[in-house]
């Protein structure tokens, strides 16, 4: 038992290499209360959840507070406090979904937040998208209540066993839930609103964003690029806190697919404070630039969303929008491309 906990709690030294077996794993990292300074890494035994704490945390949100970046918002242009979900997709069957929040550590600094992971492989993403929200919704609120690292640690273990005890019945593919999320982006009825010009608008940006990024990938770049986006209404679907990134993941997926532009994964991050979900596209190797990952802090004033910026759209692209968009209200299975 105590190798068994020694290896939950292993952190870096644990990572694997990423093999193809199906997995989930959680990870907790970040500020906590429990701890003097950055909390002892919990979970981190996958490649991903590495690479996620690393472009997210250790360089991304570090980067923009190292540089000032955000203490340079006037106060009406940023955001004060942490609070985002998140979905970094890889490919049909395997994502990182998370929740970032505002947190402090024991000696009240509270630059960095916490963060909570779930790393899914190989398992249906239509049971897996709302178990997941559940399970990091209750180990944050767990996490949030408590000064105790070992409340935490505890709070952590339990999830993580339960996490990995009903994975074995959720082993398989779920090639609907992607049609399910393309029709929820082709009903929802602001974006359809004015002949559907917002849907047209956020369209054009994530193929001119997903165009550059593979661009990036080409040239052996790094750098991904970023799209600000509007939420999507999820009210009647299972998909939970943060329920509009996993939308927006597919809906970009299926775009810059239709036209032959690869990538090395999306990731969007939803404000839940704000209404507005940030899309970025990885470079080369799954990469970005810690200057992507301003936005978190970045108001709609700083950073308007797609549907709001006045484009000039081609008929002709705005055709093949809107015929994309017709397929995935009345039969969304032959919209997705995944």
């Known amino acids: 038992m105590l190798k068994k906990i020694s290896q939950w709690l292993g952190g870096l030294s644990g990572a694997s290499s990423g093999a193809a077996e199906p997995l989930a794993q959680i990870s907790l990292f970040g500020k906590h209360p429990g701890w003097d300074d950055h909390m002892e890494d919990l979970g981190l035994l996958t490649q991903r959840l590495v690479d996620v704490r690393r472009a997210l945390y250790a360089e991304g949100i570090a980067g923009n507070i190292d540089n000032g970046a955000w203490e340079k918002l006037t106060p009406d242009a940023k955001i004060a406090r942490f609070d985002h979900a998140f979905v970094w997709r890889y490919g049909p069957s ?3 979904y998370g929740r970032l929040w505002a947190s402090r550590d024991a000696r009240g600094r509270d630059k960095y937040p916490m963060v909570a992971c779930f790393h899914s492989r190989g398992l249906r993403l239509d049971k897996m998208a709302p178990r997941c929200a559940a399970i990091i919704e209750r180990l944050s609120n767990a996490c949030r209540r408590t000064d105790d690292a070992h409340a935490v640690r505890g709070e952590f273990l339990r999830e993580s066993e339960a996490a990995k005890a009903q994975a074995p019945a959720l082993i398989g593919e779920s090639p609907s839930f992607d049609a399910s999320c393309l029709k929820l982006a082709a009903t929802d009825a602001a974006l359809l609103a004015d002949a559907g010009e917002g849907l047209n608008r956020c369209c054009y940006s994530i193929w001119r964003e997903g165009h ?36 927006w993941t597919t809906v970009a997926h299926d775009v810059l697919a239709e036209r032959g532009i690869g990538h090395d994964g999306l990731l969007a991050i939803e404000s839940l404070e704000c209404g507005h979900v940030d899309l970025i596209c990885c470079g080369a190797e799954g990469r970005f630039a810690p200057t992507e990952l301003f936005c978190l802090k970045a108001a709609r004033s700083a950073i308007p969303a797609a549907n709001e910026v006045p484009y000039t759209i081609e008929p002709a692209f705005a055709a093949q929008v809107n015929a994309r968009v017709t397929a995935w209200a009345s039969d969304a299975t032959k919209g997705a491309s995944t």
């Open 94 to 96: 395997e994502f990182v």
């Open 212 to 247: 550059a990024a593979a661009k990036s990938m080409k040239s052996g770049s790094q750098r991904g690029t970023h799209v600000r986006l509007p939420v999507i209404d999820v009210a009647e679907s299972s998909l939970g806190r943060g329920g509009s990134a996993w939308v």
